[in-house]
C-alpha cells in the first residue's frame, strides 16, 4: 500500500467544531491545574470566586496537609420547652445509614457545611420535626423541643507511644468545656414560637 492510498480529504484529522473547541478546553485545562495549584499552596483566593460544586473537583494537591490533632466528633442538643435549657438528644434514628459510624449522614452535614447557615436551618427543622414527633408518642427521653444546638467534640490524640483506648459514645456533657466548641443554635426568638412561649427564652 503506497502513501498516495492515505490521501485525500477523508483520511485528514480535523478537530471538532474547528479551532474554537481546542482554545476553549486549553483554557479551562489552565484553569483547572491553576486551581489545583492554588490548592497546593493553600490560597483560598478560588474558594470564594467558584461555587462548590466545582471546588469539589480540585481538591487533590493538599488533602492531608498536617497531621491530625484531635478525635472530633459531632453532637447536638436539643432546647427542653419544658425544663427551659440544653439537653443532648440523639440524632442517630433520624440517619440510620451507618449510624455509629462518622461517614453518617448527620456528621457528614455537619462536617462540610456547620458554616452553611441554609443547610443548619434545613437540619434545624428536620431534627425537630423528627424528635418531637417521637416525642409526643413518649419514645424519647427528651419532651418536646424548641431547637437545636449544634456542637464538635474535640479530644487530643495521645502523645505517640500511649495506650489508645478504644471507642466509647460517652454523653457530650462529660467531655470538658473546652473541648466542646459550638456552631449553631435555634435563634432564641424561633425557640421561643415553637415552644409557645411568650417569654424569650435564655441559655443561649
Not at 466545582?54 to 432546647?79: D, K, M
Not at 457528614?108 to 425537630?128: C, G, I, K, P, W
Not at 467534640?153 to 459550638?182: M, W
Request: charged residues 30%; contains cysteine.
Amino acid at each position: 500500500m503506497t502513501a498516495s492510498s492515505f490521501e485525500g480529504p477523508e483520511y485528514v484529522a480535523r478537530a471538532w467544531r474547528g479551532r474554537v473547541v481546542p482554545r476553549i478546553l486549553t483554557v479551562v485545562a489552565i484553569g483547572y491545574f491553576a486551581c489545583i495549584w492554588l490548592d497546593a499552596a493553600d490560597s483560598d483566593f478560588y474558594w470564594r470566586e467558584l461555587p462548590s460544586t466545582l471546588t469539589y473537583f480540585t481538591q487533590v494537591a493538599a488533602l492531608f496537609p498536617n497531621a491530625a490533632q484531635a478525635i472530633i466528633e459531632y453532637r447536638v442538643e436539643g432546647w427542653d420547652c419544658a425544663g427551659k435549657r440544653w439537653r443532648e438528644i440523639d440524632p442517630r434514628p433520624d440517619f440510620p445509614m451507618d449510624a455509629d459510624s462518622k461517614e453518617n449522614r448527620f456528621d457528614r452535614s455537619l462536617h462540610f457545611f456547620r458554616q452553611n447557615r441554609s443547610v443548619m436551618s434545613a437540619l434545624d427543622e428536620f431534627l425537630v420535626d423528627r424528635h418531637n414527633a417521637r416525642a409526643r408518642e413518649g419514645d424519647e427521653e427528651v419532651g418536646t423541643i424548641g431547637g437545636i444546638r449544634t456542637m464538635s467534640i474535640r479530644v487530643p490524640l495521645p502523645s505517640p507511644g500511649q495506650k489508645i483506648e478504644p471507642y466509647v459514645r460517652l454523653r457530650a456533657d462529660s467531655y470538658p468545656k473546652n473541648e466542646r466548641h459550638y456552631f449553631y443554635w435555634t435563634p432564641s426568638s424561633r425557640r421561643a414560637e415553637r415552644c409557645g412561649d411568650t417569654s424569650s427564652p435564655s441559655g443561649e
